[in-house]
């Protein structure tokens, strides 16, 4: 059975940091073809940041330069470092897995696995 727990989501001020980790458990763990997205109330699931099958990485443009995406082997563990956090990165981060190859990275319909989410709330 496949389970991606994701710890890490906390409360913060703009312009603070947070690193998001995801362990997985069940699933052939490669470190690679792997995503966050994030999603806020009233809106729809988003990309954040992915990993492809080959280990290339794909930021969402808002993500660029204050997000950087990371996997540890020997942990089983993706994660996602994020800087600089601004009011508008509050919402509920999901991590995902298992996606057919050249499906969009970025594009929640593309992932089979998720996990139960991590909140992360940024105040002004």
């Known amino acids: 059975q496949v389970q991606l727990v994701e710890s890490g989501g906390d409360s913060v001020q703009a312009g603070g940091s947070l690193r998001l980790s995801c362990e997985v458990f069940?699933?052939?763990?490669?470190?690679?073809?792997m995503a966050w997205f994030r999603q806020a109330p009233g809106k729809e699931r988003e990309g954040v940041a992915g990993?492809?099958?080959?280990?290339?990485?794909t930021y969402a443009d808002f993500a660029k330069g204050r997000f950087s995406i990371s996997q540890d082997n020997t942990k089983n563990t993706l994660y996602l470092q994020m800087d600089s956090l601004e009011p508008n990165d509050t919402a509920i981060y999901y991590c995902?897995?298992?996606?057919?190859?050249?499906?969009?990275?970025?594009?929640?319909?593309?992932?089979?696995?998720w996990g139960q989410g991590t909140q992360v709330t940024v105040s002004s």
């Open positions: 990993l492809n099958s080959v280990g290339i990485i």
């Open positions: 069940g699933y052939a763990y490669s470190g690679t073809n």
């Open positions: 995902a897995a298992g996606r057919a190859v050249g499906n969009p990275v970025l594009k929640a319909r593309s992932w089979r696995f």
